[in-house]
């Protein structure tokens, strides 16, 4: 496979999981989303899908970085996937525990799972290829923030 198709592969597999991801949320954002009570600093609705989107093509852009050094760094990149595969299902994981089972304590609790993982693939994917890592940064950042939102909902709801 050459380099651009290991490249579109990835960020086409990150971009089908943020969309399997949103079916699940998308009912719940008219029905029991806005029954919550928010923080002051919840964005609005219409920004999450085109930042997810731009999140998991990133993602998926650094991901295809890293594999195309798998014949110079064989182990370090499989390492480096097996972090970034998961991560994205537990990208997924939170959709449906938070969307899906309308449960966000439990959400909360795999969101900081998810968040560890984030930076430990940031890690392996900047020893690799900094512009990977570099691309890891918006993602990590925008978890973090929505950590705090998560936390926020949960205890304002509890």
């Given at each position: 496979?050459?380099?651009?198709?290991?490249?579109?592969?990835?960020?086409?597999?990150?971009?089908?999981?943020?969309?399997?991801?949103?079916?699940?949320?998308?009912?719940?954002?008219?029905?029991?989303?806005?029954?919550?009570?928010?923080?002051?600093?919840?964005?609005?609705?219409?920004?999450?899908?085109?930042?997810?989107?731009?999140?998991?093509?990133?993602?998926?852009?650094?991901?295809?970085l890293v594999w195309n050094r798998i014949d110079s760094e064989k182990?370090?990149?499989?390492?480096?996937?097996?972090?970034?595969?998961?991560?994205?299902?537990?990208?997924?994981?939170?959709?449906?525990?938070?969307?899906?089972?309308?449960?966000?304590?439990?959400?909360?609790?795999?969101?900081?799972?998810?968040?560890?993982?984030?930076?430990?693939?940031?890690?392996?994917?900047?020893?690799?290829?900094?512009?990977?890592?570099?691309?890891?940064?918006?993602?990590?950042?925008?978890?973090?923030?929505?950590?705090?939102?998560?936390?926020?909902?949960?205890?304002?709801n509890r």
């Amino acid at each position: 496979m050459n380099k651009i198709t290991r490249i579109l592969s990835i960020v086409v597999t990150c971009l089908v999981v943020g969309y399997f991801s949103g079916i699940v949320t998308r009912s719940a954002i008219t029905t029991w989303y806005p029954t919550l009570i928010k923080p002051s600093f919840n964005p609005p609705n219409w920004v999450f899908a085109p930042v997810w989107s731009m999140l998991y093509i990133m993602m998926g852009l650094a991901a295809g970085l890293v594999w195309n050094r798998i014949d110079s760094e064989k182990e370090a990149v499989k390492k480096a996937l097996l972090f970034f595969a998961i991560q994205l299902a537990l990208n997924a994981l939170w959709s449906y525990l938070f969307f899906g089972l309308k449960n966000p304590m439990l959400a909360g609790l795999e969101i900081i799972i998810l968040w560890l993982m984030i930076y430990e693939t940031y890690i392996q994917f900047a020893k690799i290829n900094k512009i990977s890592g570099y691309l890891f940064i918006p993602y990590l950042l925008w978890v973090s923030f929505a950590t705090v939102l998560n936390a926020s909902i949960w205890w304002l709801n509890r």
